[in-house]
């Protein structure tokens, strides 16, 4: 039986996460409010020389006009106008997993375009596989995405979702476009051609950072069993006790990833119970991250940088290597 003194901390840690939450929707929505129009992005001249250049220019087409589908909704949330919305919300394993009709219509989209200008590629989508499994990843030219990243965030109104894209050759991923339409973000990246935001050069700055000066992130998503959320509880408890500058919560395991590549954030992590991630929550973000120059492996060490697997469910990517032994010297011994 937990003590009020454990049960308080628990509550404590949970207020961190949620006023830390709150910050950063505040922090988002100054920022899209000196968003110019959407549709004026520029796809970098580095990538234009990759040969993923035509992946790109479709990914950025289709993730945009995915965006703005989202775009009214959130603008409107908390007015009257939200009235004149119906998200046709439908649950899926549980009623914390659930999708609105405008993931499945981003979905469909997105989907018809990749094929009409790539017929002979193969698909693997949130919503189309839903809680069936997930197809394996071949050799074949394969696109993953997801239509609607942080889902709950988009349904709350909440600034911090996003559109996904990332394509794989030969059973790795090599290109990932994200698009955060309420922030005015657009986030592209090319294996071996480095990342961008907003057509600028992500550029590594904290290389060094250790976990007592670092801002760790890590998503409850839909575990609801006892046991687990003690274990993930566990974890940033030891992680705060041990000392960090902050513990985050974004609800877009995408934008956390794009988050460590920019150094908002220095680490995230997930995976310790059955909240662990799937390929298209990692793939475009990967392929950011790592070209950005951050390191991303599985909690379990059944993979490294080079050889990263989109279908572990755990993984912590961070700022610096060092940073990520000792968060998985905290998170590993809790894993379920």
């Given at each position: 039986m937990a003590t009020r003194s454990t049960e308080a901390q628990t509550i404590g840690l949970v207020a961190t996460s949620v006023a830390a939450g709150a910050a950063l929707c505040y922090a988002a929505l100054s920022m899209s409010k000196?968003?110019?129009?959407?549709?004026?992005?520029?796809?970098?001249?580095?990538?234009?020389?990759?040969?993923?250049?035509?992946?790109?220019?479709?990914?950025?087409?289709?993730?945009?006009?995915?965006?703005?589908?989202?775009?009214?909704?959130?603008?409107?949330k908390?007015?009257?106008?939200?009235?004149?919305?119906?998200?046709?919300?439908?649950?899926k394993k549980n009623p914390e997993d659930f999708c609105t009709k405008i993931d499945v219509e981003n979905e469909k989209m997105v989907?018809?375009?990749?094929?009409?200008?790539?017929?002979?590629?193969k698909i693997i989508g949130e919503e189309t596989t839903g809680t069936g499994k997930i197809p394996p990843l071949t050799n074949d030219p394969t696109w993953i995405i997801d239509p609607i990243d942080g889902t709950t965030n988009f349904a709350s109104g909440l600034p911090m979702c996003c559109v996904s894209i990332g394509f794989c050759m030969d059973g790795k991923p090599v290109?990932?476009?994200?698009?955060?339409?309420?922030?005015?973000?657009?986030?592209?990246?090319?294996?071996?051609?480095?990342?961008?935001?907003?057509?600028?050069?992500?550029?590594?700055?904290?290389?060094?950072?250790?976990?007592?000066?670092?801002?760790?992130?890590?998503?409850?998503?839909?575990?609801?069993?006892?046991?687990?959320?003690?274990?993930?509880?566990?974890?940033?408890?030891?992680?705060?006790?041990h000392g960090c500058r902050a513990s985050r919560q974004v609800g877009s395991g995408v934008l956390d990833l794009c988050y460590v590549a920019t150094g908002r954030l220095d680490a995230v992590y997930a995976g310790v119970a059955s909240e662990g991630w799937k390929p298209w929550?990692?793939?475009?973000?990967?392929?950011?991250?790592?070209?950005?120059?951050?390191?991303?492996?599985?909690?379990?060490?059944?993979?490294?940088?080079?050889?990263?697997?989109?279908?572990?469910?755990?993984?912590?990517?961070?700022?610096?290597?060092?940073?990520?032994?000792?968060?998985r010297a905290f998170a590993k011994p809790r894993m379920l």
């Amino acid at each position: 039986m937990a003590t009020r003194s454990t049960e308080a901390q628990t509550i404590g840690l949970v207020a961190t996460s949620v006023a830390a939450g709150a910050a950063l929707c505040y922090a988002a929505l100054s920022m899209s409010k000196r968003t110019t129009s959407p549709h004026k992005y520029e796809i970098p001249d580095a990538i234009q020389a990759s040969p993923f250049k035509e992946h790109v220019r479709l990914a950025v087409d289709l993730a945009i006009t995915a965006g703005e589908n989202m775009r009214a909704y959130c603008e409107e949330k908390g007015t009257e106008a939200e009235l004149g919305h119906d998200l046709n919300v439908s649950t899926k394993k549980n009623p914390e997993d659930f999708c609105t009709k405008i993931d499945v219509e981003n979905e469909k989209m997105v989907m018809d375009g990749i094929l009409q200008s790539f017929p002979n590629h193969k698909i693997i989508g949130e919503e189309t596989t839903g809680t069936g499994k997930i197809p394996p990843l071949t050799n074949d030219p394969t696109w993953i995405i997801d239509p609607i990243d942080g889902t709950t965030n988009f349904a709350s109104g909440l600034p911090m979702c996003c559109v996904s894209i990332g394509f794989c050759m030969d059973g790795k991923p090599v290109m990932g476009v994200v698009y955060a339409p309420i922030t005015g973000e657009l986030y592209i990246a090319a294996s071996g051609y480095g990342a961008f935001r907003n057509a600028a050069k992500i550029v590594q700055t904290k290389k060094n950072t250790p976990l007592k000066e670092a801002v760790i992130c890590f998503e409850f998503g839909y575990a609801r069993d006892k046991k687990e959320v003690s274990a993930m509880v566990g974890v940033v408890e030891s992680i705060m006790n041990h000392g960090c500058r902050a513990s985050r919560q974004v609800g877009s395991g995408v934008l956390d990833l794009c988050y460590v590549a920019t150094g908002r954030l220095d680490a995230v992590y997930a995976g310790v119970a059955s909240e662990g991630w799937k390929p298209w929550d990692y793939c475009a973000g990967y392929v950011i991250a790592t070209e950005a120059g951050c390191v991303m492996e599985s909690l379990n060490q059944l993979d490294s940088q080079e050889s990263f697997d989109l279908y572990s469910k755990s993984h912590i990517c961070a700022q610096n290597k060092g940073l990520l032994e000792e968060v998985r010297a905290f998170a590993k011994p809790r894993m379920l």
